[in-house]
């Protein structure tokens, strides 16, 4: 069973960094597919960054390209982002999502992941 929980959002001026942490208490992490995704007051949820299990398969969104990296920890069942240069428009809720996946293909659509987490608030204030 897959439980997944965000932790490390908060407040933070422009500019600076911060790291978010998706806990996968379940025990099949390393068969997961994983990936941040996010949604802002009054839009559509969208595809933040995600890793598939090769750890070369990182893929992200062109919005945070440069300025975001995406991690995992195998013994730690953890995934990361790290958020650097964050920018007002970064402000959203963000959720870590999983789903069942072996290939190598970058998946960037909600529909293809099937567990969720709670999602963590990052605020970025100008």
């Known amino acids: 069973q897959v439980q997944l929980v965000e932790s490390g959002g908060g407040l933070v001026q422009a500019g600076n960094s911060l790291t978010l942490s998706c806990l996968d208490s379940?025990?099949?992490?390393?068969?997961?597919?994983m990936a941040w995704f996010r949604q802002a007051p009054g839009k559509e949820r969208e595809f933040v960054a995600g890793?598939?299990?090769?750890?070369?398969?990182?893929f992200y969104a062109d919005s945070v390209k440069g300025r975001f990296t995406v991690s995992r920890d195998y013994p730690l069942s953890t995934m990361y982002l790290q958020m650097t240069s964050l920018k007002p428009e970064d402000t959203a809720v963000y959720y870590c999502?999983?789903?069942?996946?072996?290939?190598?293909?970058?998946?960037?659509?909600?529909?293809?992941?099937?567990?969720w987490g709670q999602g963590t608030q990052v605020t970025v204030s100008s």
């Open positions: 999502a999983a789903d069942h996946f072996l290939g190598s293909s970058p998946r960037t659509k909600i529909d293809e992941y099937q567990y």
């Open positions: 379940g025990r099949t992490f390393r068969a997961y597919s």
């Open positions: 890793q598939n299990t090769s750890p070369d398969s990182a």
